[in-house]
């Protein structure tokens, strides 16, 4: 499966941006699809997850009131809708997929990763 992101940029404190991932190689490898970030010095953290087939999604606590996950399976492409973002918010964001049905491992433990799209908020 290769997973190739887009959307990243700089943006200011409060503004938003679309994360989008698209997925290429097979649809049953990406049962789950999810995002996770990584701050410089900072370990990685889980964003998002969504279940493909049964649709749940899982938002981390820390984001889950301006973070949304989203999928389109027709297109399996999943995006990540953040707005009201924060200077914290900064970091390198990364689409994971994975096969596992259900969908019960943490995005930044699926199997599949993308290259990493920047986010800098200022």
């Known amino acids: 499966v290769q997973l190739v992101e887009s959307g990243g940029g700089s943006v200011q404190a409060g503004g938003s941006l679309r994360l989008s991932c698209a997925a290429s190689g097979g649809t049953s490898s990406s049962n789950c699809m999810g995002w996770f970030r990584q701050a410089p010095g900072d370990e990685v953290e889980g964003v998002a997850r969504?279940?493909?087939?049964?649709?749940?999604?899982l938002v981390a606590d820390v984001v889950k009131d301006r973070f949304n996950i989203s999928q389109d399976n027709a297109k399996n492409t999943v995006d990540l809708q953040m707005s009201s973002l924060k200077p914290e918010d900064t970091a390198i964001y990364y689409c994971?997929?994975?096969?596992?049905?259900?969908?019960?491992?943490?995005?930044?433990?699926?199997?599949?990763r993308g290259q990493g799209t920047q986010v800098t908020v200022s």
């Open positions: 994971a997929a994975d096969p596992r049905f259900p969908c019960d491992v943490i995005s930044h433990s699926m199997t599949f």
């Open positions: 969504i279940d493909s087939r049964g649709g749940s999604i």
